[in-house]
């Protein structure tokens, strides 16, 4: 039986954009593959695949109906409402579906774009202008301060119950940070938060999606050290994802 959907993305390391995917997908008991032979900058620049998705970014998603799909916010929430955990994921009433979506939102425009230009000059995918990564650590810390005061009167963004996507959402964006960026100190600002990504992550259908994609292992380590603003000449990521 061929799988749900083939996803193409870097097998380089573990895009955090592809986490709520994947754990969407666990959740409903989905298989969603991945494709062994994709190659960021050359795969996603060929005729075939410019047909298939015009914008050439990824994470991309394929099913064998030939259904493509783009946006790894549109492709979470389609994967979420494919399977019996789509109530849980998407909300179960009006109300909980536009709570997911503005936490979802606030990951898309606040979060997940500071978090972009901060460690771009860090790992030599852009220049490094001072200005702008104080303005946008201003943005980061600012949204991570809004998380914080939600999470001290709740244990999951939307209900208390049981996590959704907007978790799932927030908490793949959170990964590269606090690996590579956010230290002890950094992450000592935020104690529900971290106590909530833990919780999320320790959870066995969440921890799979952060599997390696080339090792298939999942290895979380914290940031010991902040990196210079400026970056380092031995970690180098593809310009843009």
């Known amino acids: ?61 394929e099913t064998p109906s030939g259904f493509y799909l783009a946006e790894a916010t549109a492709i979470a929430k389609y994967v979420s409402d494919s399977g019996p955990a789509r109530e849980q994921l998407l909300g179960r009433t009006a109300e909980e579906k536009a709570l997911v979506h503005m936490w979802i939102s606030l990951n898309d425009t606040e979060i997940f774009p500071s978090i972009s230009a901060i460690l771009g000059p860090i790992f030599r995918g852009s220049k490094y202008i001072k200005e702008v990564v104080d303005e946008k650590e201003e943005m980061l810390v600012r949204a991570l301060k809004r998380v914080e005061l939600h999470l001290q009167s709740h244990k999951w963004l939307v209900r208390d119950d049981e996590f959704s996507l907007a978790d799932l959402s927030i908490a793949g964006t959170l990964y590269f940070p606090l690996t590579m960026l956010m230290d002890a100190e950094y992450r000592a600002e935020y104690p529900r938060v971290m106590e909530w990504w833990e919780r999320l992550v320790g959870l066995p259908e969440v921890r799979k999606a952060f599997a390696n994609p080339k090792t298939g292992e999942v290895s979380i380590e914290y940031c010991e050290k902040r990196p210079p603003p400026e970056g380092l000449e031995h970690l180098r990521l593809p310009k843009k994802l």
């Open 1 to 61: 039986m061929p799988p749900f959907a083939t996803l193409y993305t870097t097998t380089i390391f573990l895009h955090p954009r592809t986490v709520p995917i994947l754990a969407a997908a666990n959740l409903n008991s989905l298989e969603i593959a991945l494709s062994k032979d994709f190659e960021y900058g050359v795969t996603n620049k060929t005729p075939e695949y410019v047909s298939k998705f015009p914008m050439g970014k990824i994470p991309a998603l």
